[in-house]
């Protein structure tokens, strides 16, 4: 069993993100940049797996530009076996249909039984690329799953929708997305930190994947406006009737 985790790194969401507004696109340089939390517990629903069959193998896979590695090392340290970075400058500004068809070449290289995946990452927040990726791959795709069930032949999980909750599986190979509800990802100790550093880390380019440049981004951003400045709330002296007040403030917000 070969279970490949999609991954992506993104600036961190303990610090303020920064949009550039003559791009339109977020600053990366900006603040630190961490594996997305949603590919740490994607990771570790693989890792669940591989806990109980040791013969699987979990690989990473990340698009993205060379400082990306430092994220790969992390999730290699919490248990991966190997990571694929695809880093390439015809990447540079891909957008997801772009992503998405690098994601497929390199799976296609590597090969797979079961991809694992975030439900949406923490930046662009699109969450298309996972069923983009099945698509390319004429694969089932199982979304944004609360929990997961991996066989060695097949993947089950529960789906929320509206009004209830779905059950779904499908025969491998497939394609899941998980969202953060699947699993609390486990913290890299200190012989896993010491053990990622001799792990496989390979870096790919376009070409060793057989896949041109993709030209022009398909999406691209029009216009960006910053976040206006927080206007300065209202102050509630209790003269006796404060919670009249904030009574009909909470109301007029459409908060309770």
């Keep these: 069993m070969k279970i490949v985790v999609l991954a992506k790194e993104v600036p961190d969401t303990e610090e303020e993100r920064v949009l550039d507004l003559q791009t339109g696109l977020l600053d990366r340089v900006a603040s630190d940049r961490i594996p997305d939390e949603i590919n740490e ?24 530009p060379a400082q990306s590695t430092k994220s790969l090392r992390k ?7 190997s990571a694929i970075h695809v880093a390439d400058d015809g990447l540079a500004g891909a957008d997801a249909s772009a992503t998405s068809a690098a994601l497929a070449a390199a799976l296609s290289w590597t090969g ?3 991809v694992v995946a975030g439900n949406e990452s923490t930046d662009g927040r699109g969450g298309v690329v996972p069923a983009m990726v099945a698509e390319r ?16 032949s097949s993947v089950s999980g529960v789906v929320g929708v509206e009004g209830g909750t779905l059950s779904v599986s499908a025969d491998l190979p497939a394609v899941i997305s998980v969202t953060e509800r699947a699993a609390e990802a486990r913290f890299p100790n200190f012989k896993g930190i010491l053990k990622a550093k001799k792990k496989s880390l390979q870096t790919l380019g376009l070409s060793d994947l057989g896949v041109g440049s993709f030209g022009p981004a398909r999406s691209v951003m029009v216009s960006a406006n910053g976040r206006p400045p927080r206007a300065m709330g209202r102050k509630v002296v209790d003269e006796g009737n404060a919670a009249a007040e904030l ?10």
């Design 137 to 152: 791959l004429g694969l089932p795709l199982l979304p944004s799953l609360g929990t997961a069930t991996i066989t060695s």
């Design 75 to 81: 999730l290699l340290s919490m248990g991966a076996d």
């Design 112 to 114: 797979y039984d079961l």
């Design 41 to 64: 517990r994607a990771l570790e629903v693989a890792l669940r797996f591989k806990d109980e069959n040791k013969d699987a193998e979990v690989v990473v896979l990340c698009v993205g």
């Design 247 to 256: 009574a009909d403030f909470l109301v007029a917000g459409r908060l309770i």
